[in-house]
């Protein structure tokens, strides 16, 4: 059982240029977020879906965009990468009517 | 939301009970106690939530004080893969606190040989 996938796992852009991370879960579960992680900090709110087809903006949305077009797939998306952007990158997913979130193992990505 | 206070750091040794407090004075009365923690470059892991009560669990034990406005997760007996920055994060249950989940600096726990 797999659980939740990221990929990539590290990526190094340049200013400017535009990635997809795609986040995938094998669980059925209705719920995924993603976060990102920066040096000595904790975990911040970027999106979240609540169901196939839904998102909502979490605490840090700007210059992010995500969509949930199948329930086991989330994918965060970079217009316009920016070295504000560097940062490490979890997704997790959570089943309804349960408390705990599942982690992916994350996405190291450097823009340069 | 509620603010928390944890130390940035503990220590402590194998196979020795570890006792992380959480300080939450600003909790509501509706708000459950979420602890996760965070091993080494990897993402974090569901440990124990609780409400009111003393809840336990295969990973920890989970204590609230009366007033609620502490907890202390307890790991029975410590091991070196216990090794981890511990997240106490109190918020609404359900739907609306999932989506709430903040993550502080929480406490970086080690555990020596």
């Known amino acids: 059982n797999a659980g939740v996938t990221q990929t990539p796992k590290f990526r190094v852009l340049k200013t400017g240029q535009s990635m997809t991370l795609l986040c995938a879960q094998d669980m059925n579960h209705e719920y995924m977020y993603w976060y990102r992680q920066d040096p000595g900090m904790g975990l911040r709110l970027i999106h979240y879906s609540v169901g196939e087809g839904t998102t909502a903006k979490g605490e840090v949305p700007d210059g992010y965009n995500v969509s949930r077009l199948k329930k086991q797939n989330f994918l965060l998306g970079l217009e316009s990468a920016a070295p504000s952007q560097t940062s490490v990158y979890f997704c997790a997913s959570r089943a309804s009517g349960r408390i705990g979130l599942f982690f992916g193992e994350g996405s190291r990505l450097t823009v340069l | ?113």
Not at chain 2, 79 to 101: F, H, M, N, S, W
């Open chain 2, 1 to 113: 939301d509620a603010k928390t206070t944890q130390p940035n750091s503990m220590e402590s040794n194998e196979e020795e009970p570890v006792h992380l407090p959480c300080n939450h004075s600003t909790i509501s009365g509706t708000d459950y106690i979420h602890w996760y923690r965070q091993l080494p470059s990897q993402g974090p892991e569901y440990v124990i939530h609780g409400l009111t009560s003393n809840v336990n669990n295969r990973m920890a034990s989970l204590a609230i004080a009366e007033d609620r406005k502490s907890s202390t997760l307890i790991l029975h007996r410590a091991t070196l893969r216990d090794a981890a920055v511990y997240y106490c994060i109190p918020t609404e249950g359900g739907i609306q606190g999932a989506q709430k989940l903040v993550f502080g600096q929480g406490t970086r726990l080690t555990i020596n040989p």
